[in-house]
C-alpha cells in the first residue's frame, strides 16, 4: 500500500448549487479542493471579468472576515467561562455528540446565545475596571500611610492669613540641622514629626509668612520635599480607611460578577457548539476562494484518494444531477498531496517519517522497511527489561484510556512497541533495572564482553545499510533505469560484500578479488555521465572515496552498544548507591525513594535518547541512502471541531 | 594503607572524566535553557519541546560520571580495597579516561549552541522539532564516539 494513490477530480457544477455540493464533499472528509484561481487570476488579468469576480472574492473575504470575529469572541467567551464549569476531560470520555435537531435548536435560538456572549463581554470589562480601580486605591494607600499621625483634613493646609501649613519629607539628617538653624536664627517656625520611615521623616511643618523666603531656601539647601496632597479631601487616617472600605466592596462586587458568570456559565456548551459550527463553515467558505465562477457555473478541482472515488460519486450526485465529474490519475505536472497507509503494527512508526518530512509522491513510502529497524534499535539502546515493562504499562494505559488521535496516538503506539523490544534486549542482555533482579543474560551482558556486542552493532548497520543500496536499486529499476541499478547499486554491494569478506581469514581470497571487481567496475562505471575519457575516468576514481562514507556510517552504528552500556551502567550505580544506605529503618526508606527516584529518572533521559539517536539512525544512515523527501500532507476538507463531534450539518 | 602513584594517576582520570563532561553539560544546558525561558515567556506551552532541547546537551555529563564510575570500579575502590597499580598502568588508566574528558567537555558546550538555535526553530515551527533535535544529535556522535573509546582502552587495561 504504501503511499496512497490519488486521482484528480474536475467538477462543474451549478452557481447555486455550489454551497450543497461543497457541503456534502466537506462531510465524506476524503477530498482536497485544489486552488485553482490564483492561476486564472494571473493568465486574465486584464480581463474585464476580472473586476466581477474580484467582487465576488471581496464578498468572500469579507464573509470570512466576519467568521474569523465571530469565533475570537466565542473563544473568549469560552475561555471565560472555562473556570467556572466542571467540564469532563476531552482525552478520557471523548467529545460530546451532537445530534442534527439540538443543532438547529441552538441554531434557531443563536440571538439569545450571542446576547450572552455579550453578557460576558460586559462582566470582563467590568472586572478589568475594578481591578484599575483596586490598583489606584492600594497605590493611594501606600502613599497616605506614612501621614496617618496627621490630624487636619487635607484640604486645610497651605497657607491662612498669617503662617504656612507644609506636609514635608526630609531626610532623616536634615531634620536635626534645620530645628537647629531655626532656632540659631530664630526663624518663626515649628516642625512637627509625624512618621518615620528608613531613612526619611514625615513632618508637618509650620511658618510664619514672614519668613517664607528664608524657609523655601533651607527646604532647597536640606533637599526637603514638600507633598501635594491638592485633590484629598479629609485626614489621611478618614481616607486610608475609605480606601480600604472600597476594597472591601470591590471584593464583593468581584463575588457578583462571580456569581453572575456561574449563572452564565450554561452558555459554555453552546459557545463551544457555535464555536466549531463556525470553524466548520469558515473552512468550508476558505475551500469557496479555491473554486472558480462564471456567471452561473462554478469548476473546481480537487484531490481524493483513489479508493474513495465511488463514495465521492454517489455523495455527490446524492444532492444534485447537474453534475459533470471527471476522475483522472495525476501527470507528470503535478503536485498531489501524500496520504500514507499501513499496516497496523507499522503505521505508529509513521511518526518518525513524518517528524522527518513526508516521502515524495512518487517516491517510495520507507515506513514498511525503516519500522523494524527502529524497533529493534530501540531497544538495543533502552535494554533493560524493567524499563520496556513500564514504557509499555504506560503507553498501553494511556492507548487504552485516552481517547488520543493523529500523531499523538502513533507516537504513544510506537512506545508501546519499543517497550516490548527493549523487554526482548534486557532479556538478551540481562538486565532487570540494571542489576536489581538477578536475571541470567540469555546471550550476554554487555559490560562483561562489550566487544561482541560493538561487532552485533555494526553487523546490524551493515544490515540496514544494505537494505538501504537495495531499496535505492529497487527505486531504479521501478523507474525502469536497470542498467543504472545494476551499475551504482549492484557494484557498491558488490565491493562492499568483498570487503566484509576479505576481512574473515576463511573467506579473504574470494573477497580480495570481489573487492577489485567492484571497484574496477566503479572506476569504470561511475563517470559514465562525464565527457571525455579522461573526466570519466577521474569521476570514477573520486566516486571509490564514497567508501569512507559507508565506512562511518558503520561506526555510527557503535552507539548501539554505548547507549545501551549507558541505561546499564547507570541503573547498577543506583542500586549500588541504594544499597549503601540500607541498614536501620530509615536507611531502607530512604534506600526505596533512591531507588524509585533514581531508576525514573534513568527511564526518562533514556527515552529520550533511545529515541533520539534510533530516529537519528534512520534519518542519517538509512534515508540518505534512498529516500526521497519533500511531500506535503494530504489535508482534505472536512468536519474538523474543537469541542463537540457534530454529526450532521 | 599507602597510595601508589598508579592508584593516584588512575583516580585522577576518573575525576577528570566526570569532571571536564559535567562542566562542559552544565554549560550547554545552561545555554538552552536562557534561550528556552525566552522562548516560554512567549509561548508557555512550548515548556515541552523546549525541555527535550535543553536535556540533549545533558548526555555528555552522564557519559563522563559513566566513564569515571568504571574507572572506579577497575582499581577496585568500590570493593573497598584498593588494587595495586603500577605507575605504567596508571598512565594507561588516565590516557583511556582522556577522550571522553575532553571530546565530553567541548562537544556538550557546541551540542549546546545548536541545540539553543533549535529553540528558534520551536518558535516559529514547533512542528518541525525533530529537525532541531536531529541537528543536536549530529554533535553528540563524537560523544558517543569518545565514551565507546574510552570504555574499549578501559576494558582492554589488565589490572
Excluded at chain 1, 520635599?225 to 480600604?244: R, V
Excluded at chain 1, 503536485?335 to 503494527?345: H, Q, T
Amino acid at each position: 500500500m504504501a503511499i496512497v494513490n490519488m486521482k484528480k477530480m474536475h467538477l462543474l457544477g451549478l452557481k447555486r448549487e455550489k454551497a450543497t455540493i461543497l457541503r456534502a464533499l466537506q462531510k465524506t472528509g476524503v477530498v482536497e479542493v485544489i486552488n485553482i484561481v490564483e492561476e486564472a487570476a494571473v493568465e486574465d488579468i486584464e480581463q474585464a471579468g476580472e473586476v466581477q469576480k474580484n467582487y465576488v472574492n471581496q464578498e468572500l473575504n469579507r464573509e470570512l472576515q466576519e467568521l474569523e470575529t465571530k469565533l475570537a469572541e466565542l473563544n473568549f467567551g469560552i475561555d471565560f467561562l472555562k473556570p467556572y464549569v466542571k467540564s469532563t476531560n476531552p482525552l478520557i470520555h471523548g467529545k460530546p455528540s451532537i445530534k442534527k435537531d439540538e443543532l438547529s435548536e441552538i441554531l434557531s435560538k443563536e440571538s439569545s446565545i450571542l446576547d450572552n456572549l455579550q453578557a460576558v463581554f460586559d462582566l470582563d470589562k467590568q472586572l478589568s475596571q475594578l481591578k484599575t480601580e483596586e490598583t489606584r486605591l492600594i497605590g493611594q494607600i501606600e502613599m497616605l500611610s506614612p501621614w496617618r499621625a496627621l490630624d487636619i483634613p487635607l484640604e486645610e493646609l497651605g497657607e491662612t492669613r498669617k503662617t504656612v501649613f507644609e506636609a514635608a519629607v526630609m531626610p532623616r539628617k536634615s531634620r536635626a540641622e534645620l530645628d537647629r538653624i531655626i532656632t540659631e536664627e530664630g526663624l518663626l517656625a515649628e516642625i512637627a514629626t509625624l512618621g518615620e520611615s528608613q531613612d526619611d521623616v514625615y513632618t508637618l511643618v509650620v511658618y510664619h509668612k514672614e519668613h517664607k523666603e528664608n524657609m523655601e531656601k533651607l527646604f532647597k539647601e536640606f533637599s526637603v520635599n514638600l507633598q501635594d496632597f491638592s485633590n484629598f479631601e479629609g485626614t489621611p487616617k478618614e481616607l486610608i480607611k475609605a480606601a480600604e472600605k472600597r476594597i472591601e466592596d470591590i471584593e464583593v462586587e468581584r463575588g457578583t460578577i462571580k456569581e453572575k458568570s456561574k449563572e452564565l456559565s450554561d452558555n459554555l456548551r453552546y459557545f463551544q457548539i457555535l464555536y466549531d459550527y463556525y470553524t466548520v463553515e469558515k473552512d468550508r467558505k476558505s475551500a469557496f476562494l479555491k473554486v472558480t465562477d462564471t456567471d452561473k457555473a462554478f469548476s473546481m478541482q480537487a484531490w481524493l484518494p483513489e479508493e474513495h472515488e465511488e463514495l465521492v460519486k454517489s455523495t455527490v450526485s446524492k444532492v444534485t444531477d447537474t453534475v459533470y465529474m471527471e476522475f483522472s490519475a495525476p501527470t507528470d505536472e503535478d503536485d498531489m498531496p501524500v496520504l500514507l497507509s499501513n499496516a497496523k503494527l507499522v503505521e505508529p512508526f509513521e511518526v518518525i517519517t513524518e517528524l522527518y518530512s513526508l516521502p515524495d509522491p512518487r517516491g517510495l513510502d520507507p515506513n514498511l522497511y525503516m519500522a523494524p529497524f527502529f524497533f529493534v534499535f530501540f531497544g538495543m539502546m533502552l535494554s533493560d527489561a524493567g524499563y520496556g515493562i513500564i514504557m509499555s504499562l504506560l503507553a498501553g494505559y494511556a492507548l487504552f484510556r485516552f481517547k488520543l488521535a493523529g500523531s499523538g496516538k502513533k507516537f504513544t503506539a510506537m512506545l508501546f512497541l519499543c517497550g516490548i523490544s527493549t523487554v526482548i534486549w534486557g532479556a538478551i542482555f540481562g538486565g532487570w533495572f540494571g542489576d536489581l533482579i538477578r536475571v541470567k543474560p540469555m546471550w550476554i551482558n554487555p559490560l562483561d564482553n562489550p566487544l561482541s556486542v560493538l561487532i552485533l552493532s555494526f553487523v546490524m548497520g551493515v544490515v540496514q545499510i544494505y537494505v538501504g543500496i537495495i531499496l535505492n536499486a529497487y527505486k531504479n529499476i521501478r523507474a525502469g533505469k536497470v542498467a543504472d541499478a545494476l551499475m551504482d547499486q549492484g557494484l557498491w554491494l558488490v565491493l562492499l560484500t568483498g570487503l566484509l569478506m576479505f576481512v574473515m581469514p576463511e573467506l579473504a581470497t574470494v573477497g580480495k578479488y570481489m573487492a577489485i571487481f567492484g571497484a574496477v567496475g566503479l572506476i569504470l562505471t561511475q563517470g559514465r555521465s562525464q565527457k571525455g575519457i579522461i573526466k570519466k575516468f577521474t569521476s570514477g576514481v573520486l566516486s571509490l572515496y564514497d567508501i569512507t562514507g559507508y565506512l562511518s556510517d558503520v561506526l555510527s552504528y557503535s552507539r548501539l552498544l554505548a547507549l545501551g552500556l549507558t541505561t546499564g551502567v547507570i541503573a547498577t550505580v543506583i542500586n549500588t548507591m541504594a544499597k549503601t544506605v540500607a541498614g536501620s529503618i530509615i536507611g531502607y526508606i530512604v534506600m526505596v525513594l533512591i531507588i524509585v527516584g533514581g531508576h525514573v529518572f534513568n527511564l526518562a533521559i533514556n527515552v529520550l535518547g533511545a529515541y533520539v539517536h534510533s530516529s537519528r539512525l534512520q534519518y542519517i544512515e538509512f534515508f540518505s541512502k534512498f529516500y526521497d523527501s519533500g511531500g506535503r500532507a494530504f489535508d482534505p476538507l472536512r468536519v474538523k471541531t474543537s469541542y463537540v463531534d457534530l454529526e450532521d450539518i | 594503607m599507602s597510595l601508589t602513584l598508579g592508584q593516584v594517576l588512575a583516580l585522577f582520570g576518573a575525576a577528570l572524566a566526570v569532571g571536564l563532561p559535567g562542566i562542559g553539560s552544565a554549560r550547554g544546558v545552561g545555554i538552552v535553557g536562557e534561550s528556552a525561558a525566552g522562548l516560554v515567556t512567549e509561548d508557555p506551552g512550548k515548556f515541552g519541546q523546549a525541555l527535550i532541547l535543553q536535556a540533549l546537551p545533558g548526555t555528555q555529563g552522564i557519559y563522563g560520571f559513566l566513564a569515571g564510575f568504571l574507572t572506579i570500579q577497575k582499581i577496585g575502590l568500590l570493593a573497598g580495597t584498593l588494587v595495586n597499580i603500577t605507575p605504567y598502568q596508571g598512565w594507561l588508566i588516565f590516557a583511556s579516561c582522556m577522550p571522553i574528558a575532553i571530546v565530553g567537555f567541548l562537544s556538550a558546550i557546541y551540542q549546546g549552541r545548536v541545540a539553543a538555535a533549535g529553540i528558534g526553530i520551536v518558535s516559529k515551527r514547533p512542528e518541525e522539532v525533530a529537525k532541531g533535535i536531529t541537528f543536536a544529535a549530529m554533535v553528540e556522535t563524537y560523544a558517543v564516539l569518545a565514551l565507546l573509546a574510552t570504555i574499549l582502552m578501559l576494558f582492554g587495561i589488565n589490572v
